[in-house]
Nanobody
Framework: EVQLVESGGGLVQAGGSLRLSCAAS????????IGWFRQAPGKGREGVSC????????YYADSVKGRFTISSDNAKDTVYPQMNNLKPEDTAVYYC???????????????????WGQGTQVTVSS
């Protein structure tokens, strides 16, 4: 059974940091890229970041470049987005998802992803 389990969400003040986790199981982790998406109330699903487990390529949305860093521990089949200097506009439910292969120009296209986690809430207060 394929599973993607997010954790690490919570409430943080603006300027603070959070580290999310996405633990994967049920598929060959090294063959997939793990993407992170977020969805705020009343808005569409937005691609935030992505990392290829096979070659370590990373991708970021312009809105988070310089603030978010994504990394992968292939021994644990887990991906970690480190989110620094958080802003109120980062408030959303954050989802991780898996796709293979990842294509540079399409990493943020949500329907390219095969498997999804249940999401974790991130709330940034001003």
């Amino acid at each position: 059974e394929v599973q993607l389990v997010e954790s690490g969400g919570g409430l943080v003040q603006a300027g603070g940091s959070l580290r999310l986790s996405c633990a994967a199981s049920g598929f060959t982790f090294d063959d997939y890229a793990i993407g992170w998406f977020r969805q705020a109330p009343g808005k569409g699903r937005e691609g935030v970041s992505c990392i290829s487990s096979s070659d370590g390529s990373t991708y970021y949305a312009d809105s988070v470049k310089g603030r978010f860093t994504i990394s992968s521990d292939n021994a644990k089949d887990t991906v970690y987005p480190q989110m620094n200097n958080l802003k109120p506009e980062d408030t959303a439910v954050y989802y991780c998802a898996a796709t293979t292969p990842v294509v540079a120009g399409f990493w943020a296209v949500f329907y390219e992803y095969d498997y999804w986690g249940q999401g974790t809430q991130v709330t940034v207060s001003s």
